[in-house]
């Protein structure tokens, strides 16, 4: 018996083969169905996934990815692996879920996920019972890489930035209005490009101006999304992704400020899915 698990972001997807009391790690582009349908989601896997795990054919499959929180995308995505592995049971939940389940376990919390977009929810210790609304990059993901990387495009293309931070810009990025603009609107995966400027941030952290991008891109979260639950001001509140692990300063400071318990920072929940589903 083995158990292929699979965490996916809008970017990358981390898989986990588990045979015979070993595991196996896999990274891929992400597996969202936002972005690739199921004949290209299939493609991917085979393309991607199936030349790393050689020969071996899971028993069951425990998908976890952003997108599939209506049925339609979650039915999408399942039709994809059975087309890649139609012996296994597959099944596909959420990236809200796997992080808590990554994060709690089996314990209560509230569950924060910040990478290229951003997710929040209260986890009671199987599933996700109560979630904030997640508009995707055009209408929300406060505090993510998308949300953080459009603050640091606007004060560039405005001219917010001083004349440091503009040529700090130019220097690292070597690009202009007119191509930043071609690639938001009329190339494929703009979060995913948008969402890469946030990198600017993590390499000129000090500068008052950066430091001010960060904490009012996490402040509008916190406000309009952890501050949504009740449950926030009673149990631990955990964070996941590649944005929060960059940035956990800033977050535990925020914690403090609003005297929440914090919980785990992980840049990924794979070793506690892996713990969840090997005590199942």
């Known amino acids: 018996m083995s158990i292929l698990i699979a965490d996916s972001g809008s970017t990358k997807c981390e898989w986990c083969l588990l045979q015979q009391g070993k595991k196996k790690i896999i990274e891929t582009q992400g597996a969202s169905p936002y972005f690739l349908n199921e004949t290209q ?4 896997m085979e393309r991607e996934l199936l030349p790393s795990l050689k020969k071996a054919q899971p028993s069951d499959i425990f998908f976890y990815g952003t997108g599939c929180t209506a049925a339609s995308t979650k039915a999408q995505v399942k039709r994809a692996l059975k087309r890649v592995f139609p012996q296994a049971k597959a099944e596909v939940e959420n990236d809200l ?12 919390g509230i569950v924060a996920i910040l990478g290229t977009g951003s997710n ?51 220097h690292q990025y070597h690009t202009d209005a007119d191509e930043i603009l071609d690639h938001v609107y009329k190339k494929p995966l703009p979060n995913r490009y948008i969402a890469s400027y946030a990198m600017f941030l993590a390499k000129n952290r000090g500068h008052y101006m950066i430091e001010n991008i960060i904490e009012d891109g996490f402040q509008d979260f916190f406000f309009n999304h952890l501050c949504k639950y009740p ?50």
Request: hydrophobic share 30%.
């Open 97 to 108: 879920t796997g992080a808590g389940r990554g994060v709690c376990g089996k314990n209560k």
């Open 41 to 44: 989601l299939a493609e991917m």
């Open 120 to 170: 929040s929810g209260y986890y009671d210790g199987r599933n996700i019972t109560k979630n904030s609304p997640g508009l995707g990059y055009v209408l929300g993901d406060e505090g993510s890489g998308a949300y953080l990387g459009r603050m640091v495009l606007q004060h560039y293309l405005y001219k917010t930035f001083d004349e440091d931070l503009s040529s700090r810009f130019d």
């Open 231 to 280: 449950e926030t001001w009673k149990l631990p509140v955990h964070f996941v992704g590649s944005v929060a692990y960059g940035f956990q300063d800033i977050l535990k400071e925020l914690c403090n400020t609003y005297k929440w318990e914090l919980g785990k920072i992980l840049r990924k929940p794979m070793d506690g899915l892996i713990a969840y589903h090997n005590t199942r």
